[in-house]
């Protein structure tokens, strides 16, 4: 079972930075995908990025293209969210998650092994 804990949400101004992190323990993670998701208030959970186990490929929403940058080390068992000109419609709970594969990763998911989340809030 893959154990994902989130880190480095917070607050901060429109057009700065974050990076949330994702430490992982319990499974061989270089065998895992790994997705990045948020909810907001009252919305759906929506996928943000996903990327492969060896890093290879990273997809992105389109919210979010050119903007966040999905990246992954699997020598320490973390993926990372690099997180630019944030804006307020960012504001939300951004979650983890993993899914093992065989062959082709469908990185919209669905997902098994998911984290507690981390907020983000992004103040006009």
């Known amino acids: 079972q893959l154990q994902l804990v989130e880190s480095g949400g917070g607050l901060v101004q429109a057009g700065g930075s974050l990076r949330l992190s994702c430490a992982a323990s319990?499974?061989?993670?270089?065998?895992?995908?790994l997705g990045w998701f948020r909810q907001a208030p009252g919305k759906d959970r929506e996928i943000v990025a996903g990327?492969?186990?060896?890093?290879?490929?990273?997809n992105y929403a389109d919210s979010v293209k050119g903007r966040f940058t999905i990246s992954r080390d699997n020598a320490k068992n973390t993926v990372y969210l690099q997180m630019n000109n944030l804006k307020p419609e960012d504001t939300a709970v951004y979650f983890c998650?993993?899914?093992?594969?065989?062959?082709?990763?469908?990185?919209?998911?669905?997902?098994?092994?998911w984290g507690q989340g981390t907020q983000v809030t992004v103040s006009s």
């Open positions: 998650a993993g899914k093992w594969y065989s062959t082709i990763y469908y990185w919209r998911g669905p997902y098994n092994f």
């Open positions: 319990g499974g061989t993670f270089s065998t895992y995908g």
């Open positions: 990327i492969s186990r060896n890093g290879g490929e990273a």
